[in-house]
T-cell receptor, first 111, second 114 residues
Framework: GEDVEQSLFLSVREGDSSVINCTYT??????LYWYKQEPGAGLQLLTY???NMDMKQDQRLTVLLNKKDKHLSLRIADTQTGDSAIYFC???????????WGLGTSLAVNP | EAQVTQNPRYLITVTGKKLTVTCSQN?????MSWYRQDPGLGLRQIYY???????DKGDVPEGYKVSRKEKRNFPLILESPSPNQTSLYFC?????????????FGEGSWLTVV
């Protein structure tokens, strides 16, 4: 079946860039998402990208999509301690009912 | 403020004692769903609802019931909770099930069944 994989942990220093990677298996994915979960809170949509795009930039966030390799990345520039959270990659093909979620990458930002 | 509200946020209960986790959204969203989040298993969908009186099973519906009598509310019912239902539960909603619609999540409900 469809699968989404992410590395579980990433540690960076404050001010550095963070790159969180995700691979997926469903080649018919139309939307790919990044959600952020802060401690004790629900998931919050950070950004998403359509499958016909290669890149999307939103302030400090850059999403890169390599459809050939089924690889999605989220780059956070100038990472701050407030960026410490779990980041989930998700992919969808037709509707929100069938989102496939990764297990999440826990980002630790060290001062 | 747009929000999805769940209650209770934290609950410890005993095996077999029926409980309900309420969920309410104030955005007039048609689509609502329940997830559970477990270590190593990620986010798994329990039930979803496309609109009032329309509900359907997600990936892990066993042991759960839901109802959608009103658009804003989507309670999750555990008729006879068991320890394997100890988990973090999230309610979510979106305008419709169109993947371009942002999914809004509640803050989560920590449930422990002893």
């Amino acid at each position: 079946g469809e699968d989404v994989e992410q590395s579980l942990f990433l540690s960076v220093r404050e001010g550095d860039s963070s790159v969180i990677n995700c691979t997926y298996t469903d080649s018919s994915s139309t939307y790919l998402y990044w959600y952020k979960q802060e401690p004790g809170a629900g998931l919050q949509l950070l950004t998403y990208i359509f499958s016909n795009m290669d890149m999307k930039q939103d302030q400090r966030l850059t999403v890169l999509l390599n459809k050939k390799d089924k690889h999605l990345s989220l780059r956070i520039a100038d990472t701050q301690t407030g960026d410490s959270a779990i980041y989930f990659c998700a992919e969808g093909t037709g509707n929100n009912r069938k989102l496939i979620w990764g297990l999440g990458t826990s980002l630790a930002v060290n001062p | 403020e747009a929000q999805v509200t769940q209650n209770p946020r934290y609950l410890i209960t005993v095996t077999g004692k029926k409980l309900t986790v309420t969920c309410s959204q104030n955005m007039n969203h048609e689509y609502m769903s329940w997830y559970r989040q477990d270590p190593g298993l990620g986010l798994r969908q329990i039930y979803y609802s496309m609109n009032v009186e329309v509900t359907d099973k997600g990936d892990v519906p066993e042991g759960y019931k839901v109802s959608r009598k009103e658009k804003r509310n989507f309670p999750l019912i555990l008729e006879s909770p068991s320890p394997n239902q100890t988990s973090l539960y999230f309610c979510a909603s979106s305008m419709t099930d169109n993947p371009g619609n942002t999914i809004y999540f509640g803050e989560g409900s920590w449930l422990t069944v002893v």
